[in-house]
């Protein structure tokens, strides 16, 4: 049973791809496109969770051992080096339209107008309009996730945590939002940064959307998609090596159905 309940674990998965997007448009206050096309990914994330649980009980543990605190090796982090350098122009992109600059021929104020056009909440402009872009502060997050998946310090609460320090971190806490965000964003970005390949190349057109022009539209593009491929592939990496690394130290005997 174990393998028919990975590839369905899969399947589901796949189903719920871009929940995260819907769930950082919740977070920001704002109405979702469909709210069934939402349920139903939500429901695919929790039957993932569900088969994933299932096909790991199939699989019977006995004598394990918890797994002293290590990093990830030098290959992984440098991983996460290149998903956290990706974002920053990502981020100082973001954060000169917020505090009301000029990039790609369009000014924060006209940025500003957009979002409210668009349907922004009331969180998401007043951020904006103190100067914080509400994306760059989830990049930040995201950054933060990815290196606590590649540090010792991702695996017991370091000690600004208060009550928490010193005590191990269940496994669920990192791996639950980066599993989620890497099933997001690594194909997000893969796939747009194909088309704008094709865009680049003269394939396909490249419409301005809210842009002045074309190439205006082409070069916020690549920011945001090379952000979004390159993190999004980080924490497929990082997230894989957390997995293997806070598995159980011992297994004394092992049966399957």
């Given at each position: 049973?174990s393998l028919?309940?990975?590839?369905a674990?899969?399947l589901?998965g796949?189903?719920?791809f871009?929940?995260?997007?819907?769930?950082?448009?919740?977070?920001?206050g704002?109405?979702?496109?469909?709210q069934a096309?939402a349920?139903n990914?939500a429901?695919?994330?929790?039957?993932a969770?569900l088969?994933?649980a299932?096909a790991?009980?199939?699989?019977?543990l006995?004598?394990?051992a918890?797994r002293a605190?290590?990093?990830?090796?030098?290959l992984?982090?440098?991983?996460?080096?290149?998903?956290t350098?990706?974002f920053?122009?990502?981020?100082a992109m973001?954060?000169?339209?917020?505090?009301?600059?000029t990039?790609a021929?369009?000014?924060g104020?006209e940025?500003l107008a957009?979002?409210?056009?668009?349907?922004?909440?009331?969180?998401?402009?007043t951020?904006?309009s103190?100067?914080l872009?509400?994306?760059a502060?989830?990049?930040?997050l995201?950054?933060?996730?990815?290196w606590?998946?590649v540090r010792?310090?991702?695996q017991?609460?370091?000690?600004?945590?208060?009550f928490?320090?010193?005590?191990?971190?269940?496994?669920w806490?990192p791996?639950?939002?980066a599993?989620?965000?890497?099933?997001?964003?690594?194909?997000?970005?893969v796939v747009?940064?194909?088309?704008?390949?094709?865009a680049?190349?003269g394939?396909v057109?490249?419409r301005?959307?809210?842009?002045?022009?074309?190439?205006d539209?082409l070069?916020?593009?690549?920011?945001g998609?090379?952000?979004?491929?390159?993190?999004?592939i980080?924490?497929?990496?990082a997230?894989?090596?957390?997995?293997l690394?806070?598995?159980?130290a011992?297994?004394m005997?092992?049966t399957?159905e």
């Amino acid at each position: 049973m174990s393998l028919q309940s990975w590839v369905a674990c899969g399947l589901a998965g796949v189903t719920a791809f871009s929940l995260l997007m819907d769930a950082i448009t919740l977070m920001l206050g704002q109405g979702v496109d469909s709210q069934a096309s939402a349920a139903n990914k939500a429901l695919a994330a929790v039957g993932a969770v569900l088969l994933a649980a299932t096909a790991r009980s199939d699989r019977r543990l006995t004598g394990t051992a918890v797994r002293a605190q290590s990093a990830a090796p030098q290959l992984v982090q440098l991983a996460a080096w290149a998903g956290t350098l990706a974002f920053v122009p990502y981020a100082a992109m973001k954060l000169v339209w917020a505090s009301g600059g000029t990039f790609a021929g369009i000014t924060g104020e006209e940025m500003l107008a957009v979002s409210e056009r668009n349907g922004a909440s009331g969180i998401f402009l007043t951020l904006e309009s103190w100067g914080l872009d509400p994306t760059a502060l989830l990049a930040v997050l995201g950054v933060f996730l990815l290196w606590g998946l590649v540090r010792p310090w991702g695996q017991v609460f370091p000690r600004w945590t208060l009550f928490l320090r010193g005590r191990r971190v269940p496994r669920w806490l990192p791996l639950a939002p980066a599993l989620l965000g890497a099933a997001t964003l690594a194909p997000y970005g893969v796939v747009g940064a194909g088309y704008l390949t094709l865009a680049t190349a003269g394939i396909v057109t490249m419409r301005r959307g809210d842009f002045h022009s074309s190439v205006d539209a082409l070069l916020v593009g690549w920011i945001g998609m090379v952000a979004f491929a390159a993190y999004g592939i980080a924490l497929t990496i990082a997230a894989l090596s957390y997995w293997l690394r806070t598995r159980p130290a011992s297994r004394m005997s092992i049966t399957t159905e």
